[in-house]
């Protein structure tokens, strides 16, 4: 059996990553980074606005304890990579003189997340490959000195975006006619309140709406706060249409979303980019759009046509279910290439 050691968050997508090896096989020891002696919540206060490299020092002077209980291990799987510092990927070489892999799907050399990422530019050398998701990274990851740097598209979870026993009851709560789920960012509200001045029912889940300076008008339209677990996937799945927003400071153009909505056997509608366009056929398999306004339209013209619905969510899912878009997918090709 091999042994995979897993340096990522142990909650959220970065925890399907990890269970996806474990449905590979693979022996998985999980360190999460974000477990320091000073907490989560101030190691998170470290690493996105104070000092990375802190935070990365804190992890560091753990690692002696762990890496003498743990047994060899075949490969190391870092899964976003702000807090691993060179020092400590080269003590984990010199124990154990496996592959190292780094997976992030952030815009690591993007500027909107400020200092987050200094340590992770500085240790992609020591990386064996390096795989991103957005293609401006590509070139410069390598500018930084990464050795070897592969590009794929974001990942869904087989199991997380995968309904059963759907319930009446759950049909009923979850039957929205336009529905986001994400977190507030300028100009998203301006972009919903377009939809709803259309005529369309909107409904709105995430955090941080409050912040936005039109919150008094889009509150109309806010149903709750984040959504996790069951209650997000029956949103993503049940909802009428499923909008796709992208983040513009993270230099997007597809989202998770992009493949957790057709997993789910929902209708994505999501902005018209060239990495959309390279994945569903567009009209057969998803529904793109250029502003709120054409949004607005593709919607209306979709909500009162069952039956194009379901075709769309059909082709949508059988997409991505038979792509190579999982987080199965991308562990299967992680040890293809490393551990042959």
């Excluded at 590509?138 to 979870?157: I, P, Q």
């Excluded at 889940?205 to 008008?217: D, L």
């Excluded at 209650?231 to 992009?258: E, F, M, P, W």
Aim: glycine fraction near 8%; hydrophobic fraction near 45%.
């Amino acid at each position: 059996m091999m042994r995979v050691l897993y340096l990522g968050s142990l909650q959220g997508t970065s925890r399907h990553r990890f269970q996806a090896f474990e449905r590979a096989g693979c022996q998985v020891l999980g360190i999460d980074p974000a477990d320091t002696a000073l907490g989560r919540r101030v190691s998170g206060l470290l690493e996105w606005k104070v000092a990375p490299e802190l935070a990365a020092l804190l992890l560091e002077a753990s690692a002696g304890k762990w890496l003498r209980q743990l047994p060899a291990v075949d490969l190391l799987f870092v899964d976003n990579g702000a807090l691993v510092s060179p020092a400590l990927l080269r003590r984990i070489k010199g124990c154990f003189n496996c592959p190292m892999v780094l997976f992030n799907h952030d815009d690591f050399m993007g500027p909107r997340d400020g200092i987050r990422f200094r340590q992770l530019h500085r240790a992609l050398p020591l990386y064996d490959d390096v795989i991103v998701v957005r293609p401006p990274n590509v070139e410069e990851a390598y500018r930084a000195g990464a050795r070897r740097v592969t590009r794929r598209f974001m990942t869904f979870d087989r199991v997380a975006h995968h309904l059963a026993d759907v319930t009446d009851e759950e049909r009923l709560r979850w039957n929205h006619d336009v529905a986001f789920v994400g977190t507030w960012m300028p100009g998203r509200c301006d972009f919903m309140l377009v939809l709803a001045s259309q005529g369309l029912d909107v409904s709105i889940f995430g955090s941080g709406w409050q912040k936005s300076p039109r919150w008094a008008e889009v509150r109309a339209l806010w149903r709750g706060p984040a959504l996790d677990g069951r209650d997000y996937a029956l949103a993503l799945a049940l909802s009428k249409v499923s909008i796709g927003l992208l983040s513009k400071g993270n230099r997007d153009q597809h989202t998770t979303r992009s493949f957790e909505i057709p997993a789910l056997g929902g209708v994505l509608c999501a902005e018209r980019t060239d990495d959309h366009r390279a994945i569903f056929v567009e009209g057969c398999e998803a529904l793109f759009w250029g502003d709120a306004v054409e949004c607005a339209a593709v919607c209306k013209a979709l909500i009162n046509d069952p039956q194009r619905r379901a075709a769309l969510a059909l082709a949508g899912q059988q997409k991505v279910l038979q792509g190579s878009f999982s987080n199965d997918d991308l562990v299967a090709s992680v040890l293809a290439t490393h551990l042959r």
